[in-house]
């Protein structure tokens, strides 16, 4: 049984779209100079990085690639070749980014098949497993699939940099697929946000071996506030997916007690100053308060902006479920955890909450407890 039966809700704010703006007609070749003009992208392989998810995440860390990487070494240019399924938020970026650094050479790729064709340092910013799986070792035109058709000196030059969110299972098969024909991976997920993917303020945790981690390292770097290397294949996935079961929790267990706080009688500004004081204060009430009008710092929380942009709950929902798969396989008990994905479950289906920020949790509490409060009287 779910934790919280969400279906009873009656009165329930309509999803936003994450807007994704500015449409350009680009395609294949292009070195944008002043954001439009197309010139032949001539960077080879070893100087070319390539950038593959370019959503809300993605499109960041790329712009802070493009501005702060240094190359190791005596500097050569070096160009970056992005990849998106989704056309339009791939244009926008490369509109955005040709704009804001016409001597960078970008191109435009068709699949990640392309993209392995011209970069030799691979990053990956994508939803789930099932992308990773489709990028990386798919049957179509994936990156091993151009790995194959290459000088063994080519693939052993071929370092992939995942950081997406997904099974540690998945990644460590990826990562040894692509071991077999001479390239590698490592996992290398993010904490911080878009907040953090746009400040360049990223936490990133790294699983994989030692040498491919300080390869790495120049890419991640330019992207983050701290990089830490963890272990293994899979120990970056490891860390992550531990470290968003606590935020699931913490998120859900504030919601709980500020709508306890406020039905039993506590102003809820009041009541978040002091728990930020007290023993309860954690990130989720500090810096992204589920509360509508409660002020925290300088902080301006999703939640303010009726829960737009943020970490979606859909995405929030599926690091709950891969700690609770990750926990049945590792034998590890989960109450809370399980009482938490229970009840992100149906708000990660669903229409109204599926594309807000995780926080909308609140708004759920709240309607449910007050439509449950109607049918009382
Ligand atoms: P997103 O959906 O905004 O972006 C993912 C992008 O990948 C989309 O533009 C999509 O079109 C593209 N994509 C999907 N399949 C593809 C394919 N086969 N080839 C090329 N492009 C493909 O997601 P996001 O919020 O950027 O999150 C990405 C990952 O980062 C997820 O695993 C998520 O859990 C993790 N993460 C997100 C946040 C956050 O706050 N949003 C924070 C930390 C980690």
Redesign the pocket.
Known sequence: MPAYNFLRQTSLVASPVRARQGLLNASGLARHQQGRRAMAFSTDRANTIGF???????NHMLSNLISRYKQPGVGAEVGFAL????QA?MKSVVKRQGAEHPNVPLVSCSS?HDVAQRASTIIS????GK?VQ??YVGQGKSVLNALKSMSQDQRAATLCIDQ???EQSVSKAVALHLREVGADLVDA???G??VGAEKGTLAIMVGGSKSSFDRSLPCLQSMARKVTYCGDLGAGLAAKISNNLLLGITMLGLSEAMLLGKRLGVDPQVLADIINNSTGRCWSSEINHPVPGVEVGDSSPPAHRNYEG???TK?AH??LALAVSAAEEANVPLAMGRCVEETYRPLATSKEFRDRDFSVVYEALDSLSSSARTSKR
Do not use: N, Y
């Open positions: 593959i998810g370019l959503g809300a995440m993605g990849c998106d399924v989704d938020a990640p910013m994508v939803p789930t992308h489709e990028v997406s969110t997904i997920p993010v904490s946000g878009v943020g970490f979606v995405l599926k690091d």
